[in-house]
């Protein structure tokens, strides 16, 4: 085998580690990538982006319901599933290619291969033996399938995006991001979705108004049917019909199951028994706050890790650990404090800041400011489907520590919300702010009465 030796070398070409990779280059430093899939990582071709797309794509059918009253007259309507995963697949491979098309102006060396470690310092990649100063770990997460019976017979959300046809009867197993995305998604497209969650309420972490209201919401499609505090048993399969069977005594038959419980550190392979490195008891590999792992110069940042498994938490992660190891801006730190989050499902949520049981656990004096409405569109489409917007008030500073939306726009709305909290925005600075009007989110400067 021949050696390389480099300043620092990324395994993985996903959000943190590209970007890891860029700004190190950009700060002079010999860098190697190595990727064995496409650029972009879990985001762009298996999660944020194309999800994204296929939310769009479902949403036309209700925009089509929606228009008859506003004076449009819509014809018979056909969904194509091959269409739109051909045009989802022509708009990802433009964004891998300039992705890799980006990562080739600079400077940085591109293996497009697996890479494994045979010891703390060495690793092995396309036949060659690399040395480095800095290796980064930033290989991100893959899905995860419970352990039961026929777990053979399940999907992930890795499968969505390339199924030869579209499913017309779907179980989805969970309760979280991925879950009820999909389940709106595949409802939207016309399959029928039953939705199977173990808990009482969806999205666990989230404000318990949120999770209410999403419930309720829900419930009002007329082909999603939510059954919680319901877990999976086992599954069996009859011809091309697989058959799940719950804790219920029930048996569910559908065509597809998406089990969408969770994910793991995406670290098969990667040879790290030899070497120091530990991992938690979930599998994510250890590091400290400046993303060390047990061996002092590999790190570690993104999904891999046990933080904030979001994708511009990975970019910031790498961005910042670059800065501070090549740039030598020693006091380079990434702020966790009021990261913002959407879910895209229907209707969206947007939330940032503390929940309203997070802030009460935290010792906060709380005021609690609500808003439960119909949106105007809806006034006239006739579209039973409500919206909600809440602030978290701190009492003594009057300071907001949380914005909570759920309703058409809200992941458009909670970005500049997440800028307020940073900058301590108080609720008598949103009750001086002008509203715009008619919107949904001049419901966050008019809300005046406290509701607990």
Same mark, same amino acid.
């Given at each position: 085998m021949t050696e390389k030796t480099y300043d620092l070398f990324v395994i993985g *070409?996903?959000? #943190? /580690?590209?970007?890891?990779?860029?700004?190190?280059?950009?700060?002079?430093?010999? +860098?190697?990538?190595? !990727?064995? *899939?496409?650029? #972009? /990582?879990?985001?762009?071709?298996?999660?944020?982006?194309?999800?994204?797309?296929? +939310?769009?794509?479902? !949403?036309?059918?209700?925009?089509?319901?929606?228009?008859?009253?506003?004076?449009?007259i819509v014809g018979e309507t056909k969904f194509d599933w091959n269409t739109l995963i051909a045009n989802k697949d022509k708009d990802i491979k433009r964004i891998n290619n300039i992705l890799e098309t980006n990562m080739g102006k600079t400077s940085v060396d591109i293996f497009k291969s697996h890479a494994r470690f045979i010891d703390n310092h060495t690793i092995e990649v396309s036949g060659q033996t690399i040395k480095a100063d800095k290796i980064l770990i930033a290989t991100g997460g893959k899905p995860a399938l419970p352990s039961i019976p026929g777990k053979e017979h399940l999907k992930t959300s890795d499968n969505m995006f390339h199924l030869p046809a579209m499913p017309s009867r779907i179980v989805i197993i969970g309760g979280g991001y991925i879950a009820v995305e999909f389940a709106n998604i595949f409802s939207g497209l016309g399959a029928d979705v039953t939705l199977l969650h173990r808990g009482d309420l969806l999205l666990r972490g989230f404000d318990n108004d949120l999770r209410e209201m999403l419930g309720n919401e829900i419930i009002k499609h007329p082909n999603i049917d939510l059954r919680l505090e319901t877990e999976i048993q086992n599954v069996e399969k009859e011809g091309e019909t697989y058959i799940v069977h719950t804790n219920k005594?029930?048996?569910?038959?559908?065509?597809?199951?998406?089990?969408?419980?969770?994910?793991?550190?995406?670290i098969d392979g990667l040879g790290l028994e030899n070497t120091n490195i530990q991992t938690e008891e979930n599998g994510?590999?250890?590091?400290?706050d400046d993303y060390q792992t047990d061996e002092p110069h590999i790190y570690a940042v993104g999904d891999v890790c046990n933080r904030h498994n979001l994708t511009p938490v990975a970019i910031k992660e790498g961005h910042a650990l670059s800065d501070r190891l090549i740039g030598s801006m020693l006091d380079r730190k990434v702020d966790y404090e009021f990261i913002a989050t959407a879910v895209f499902s229907h209707p969206p949520i947007g939330t940032v800041g503390l929940s309203e049981q997070q802030a009460r656990d935290a010792g906060h004096d709380?005021?609690?400011?609500?808003?439960?409405?119909?949106?105007?569109?809806?006034?006239?489409?006739?579209?039973?489907?409500r919206a909600l917007t809440k602030l978290v008030v701190d009492k003594k500073t009057d300071r907001v520590l949380g914005f909570h939306m759920i309703g058409d726009s809200a992941p458009e709305i909670i970005q500049l919300a997440a800028t307020l909290l940073k900058k301590k925005i108080t609720k008598e600075e949103l009750d001086e702010t002008i509203a715009v009007h008619p919107t949904a989110a001049e419901e966050f400067v008019t809300m005046r009465e406290a509701v607990s």
């Open positions: *070409a996903g959000s #943190g /580690g590209a970007r890891a990779a860029r700004i190190a280059s950009r700060h002079g430093a010999n +860098v190697g990538l190595a !990727e064995m *899939a496409e650029f #972009g /990582g879990t985001c762009v071709n298996a999660g944020c982006v194309p999800k994204k797309l296929m +939310v769009y794509a479902s !949403e036309f059918s209700r925009a089509f319901k929606d228009s008859k009253n506003y004076g449009w005594g029930e048996q569910i038959k559908c065509d597809l199951i998406l089990s969408a419980t969770g994910r793991a550190p995406n994510r590999i250890k590091i400290n709380i005021d609690i400011y609500k808003s439960n409405f119909k949106p105007m569109k809806n006034t006239v489409s006739g579209r039973d489907e």
